[in-house]
């Protein structure tokens, strides 16, 4: 691969990059904490199918406005986690295990809701769908917990995934840069370019991983302010961690784009004409 082809390698991967993992490593796989299976808390009225739905006379229109209401609640939560469902599937590079574990808290989640749909399209009273509607925001922590966390994960599996982007990157870079310094050029400002490189990618790598190890463990607070404290100092400090690796990325691509333009200004070798010209023999008759 010439120069200008790994000028434009570097170009593609500068357009995704937003964090990555050390120089020079093999691809691998996110390690993550396989954090407790969020289970919803269980709703105990019937539903449609032994309890049929009250009637309008059973229900006042205050109260038949409210289930409306939190009806919609519901199915734009249980959307929400069918998008965020895709996301996981589409996951390349986080452990199997992890993965899983996703997916059964999003399904869980989704049950506990529907569960709770129709729990509350059975209510009769302002008092008991009041309490119903609740746990709409206090025991499914949709948009508060699960769809942040899935967030993290979603991008430590990008990161991993442009790990090899990088590596790939990278290995040609430090091949190119040995084989000028063997040729008998000045490369020691790339040296350094290829030394502060890895530094960074290595500390992307650790920073990203930090972030999921911080978050995958949480579960709902289930209206506990505590725990739910807790967990948003947690979240808070996944994304600082998230942040502080895409910084490290930037500059790390900093340093590929340096190492890059630095080969291309090196002189070609020349070759000295006596060394290059044929020899000849002179024989006595």
Same mark, same amino acid.
């Given at each position: 691969?010439?120069?200008?082809?790994?000028?434009?390698?570097?170009?593609?991967?500068?357009?995704?990059?937003?964090?990555?993992?050390?120089?020079?490593?093999?691809?691998?796989?996110?390690?993550?904490?396989?954090?407790?299976?969020?289970?919803?808390?269980?709703?105990?009225?019937?539903?449609?199918?032994?309890?049929?739905?009250?009637?309008?006379?059973?229900?006042?229109?205050?109260?038949?406005?409210?289930?409306?209401?939190?009806?919609?609640? @519901?199915?734009?939560? /249980?959307?929400? *986690?069918?998008? $965020?469902? %895709?996301? #996981? &599937?589409?996951?390349?590079?986080? !452990?199997?295990?992890?993965?899983?574990?996703?997916?059964?808290? @999003?399904?869980?989640? /989704?049950?506990? *809701?529907?569960? $709770?749909? %129709?729990? #509350? &399209?059975?209510?009769?009273?302002? !008092?008991?769908?009041?309490?119903?509607?609740?746990?709409?925001?206090?025991?499914?922590?949709?948009?508060? *917990?699960?769809?942040?966390? %899935?967030?993290?994960?979603?991008?430590?599996?990008?990161?991993?995934?442009?790990?090899?982007?990088?590596?790939?990157?990278?290995?040609?870079?430090?091949?190119?840069?040995?084989?000028?310094?063997?040729?008998?050029?000045?490369?020691?400002?790339?040296?350094?370019?290829?030394?502060?490189?890895?530094?960074?990618?290595?500390?992307?790598?650790?920073?990203?991983?930090?972030?999921?190890?911080?978050?995958?463990?949480?579960?709902?607070?289930?209206?506990?302010?505590?725990?739910?404290?807790?967990?948003?100092?947690?979240?808070?400090?996944?994304?600082?961690?998230?942040?502080?690796?895409?910084?490290?990325?930037?500059?790390?691509?900093?340093?590929?784009?340096?190492?890059?333009?630095?080969?291309?200004?090196?002189?070609?070798?020349?070759?000295?004409?006596?060394?290059?010209?044929?020899?000849?023999?002179?024989?006595?008759?």
């Amino acid at each position: 691969m010439n120069t200008h082809m790994k000028y434009t390698m570097l170009a593609a991967v500068a357009m995704t990059v937003s964090m990555a993992v050390p120089l020079l490593a093999s691809a691998q796989t996110v390690t993550m904490p396989t954090p407790d299976a969020a289970t919803p808390p269980a709703v105990s009225a019937a539903t449609p199918s032994s309890a049929p739905r009250p009637t309008s006379a059973a229900v006042t229109p205050k109260v038949q406005t409210a289930i409306d209401k939190a009806d919609k609640e @519901i199915d734009r939560r /249980i959307s929400a *986690l069918n998008d $965020l469902q %895709a996301r #996981i &599937d589409a996951m390349q590079r986080v !452990t199997a295990n992890f993965k899983q574990t996703l997916t059964t808290n @999003i399904s869980n989640q /989704i049950t506990g *809701l529907t569960q $709770l749909k %129709a729990k #509350i &399209d059975t209510d009769t009273d302002m !008092t008991t769908l009041k309490a119903d509607v609740k746990m709409i925001t206090d025991s499914y922590r949709v948009y508060m *917990l699960v769809i942040p966390q %899935a967030r993290v994960a979603a991008s430590a599996d990008r990161e991993v995934t442009l790990v090899t982007m990088m590596n790939q990157l990278g290995a040609k870079l430090q091949a190119r840069v040995s084989a000028a310094q063997s040729a008998g050029a000045d490369v020691s400002k790339l040296l350094v370019a290829l030394t502060d490189m890895s530094s960074k990618l290595s500390d992307a790598s650790a920073q990203s991983q930090a972030s999921v190890s911080v978050s995958a463990g949480l579960s709902p607070d289930n209206g506990d302010a505590t725990k739910q404290a807790q967990n948003a100092a947690a979240m808070k400090t996944a994304r600082a961690d998230l942040l502080a690796a895409q910084k490290d990325l930037l500059a790390a691509r900093k340093d590929a784009d340096t190492i890059v333009k630095g080969l291309k200004s090196l002189p070609t070798p020349t070759v000295s004409a006596s060394s290059t010209a044929p020899s000849t023999t002179t024989t006595t008759q």
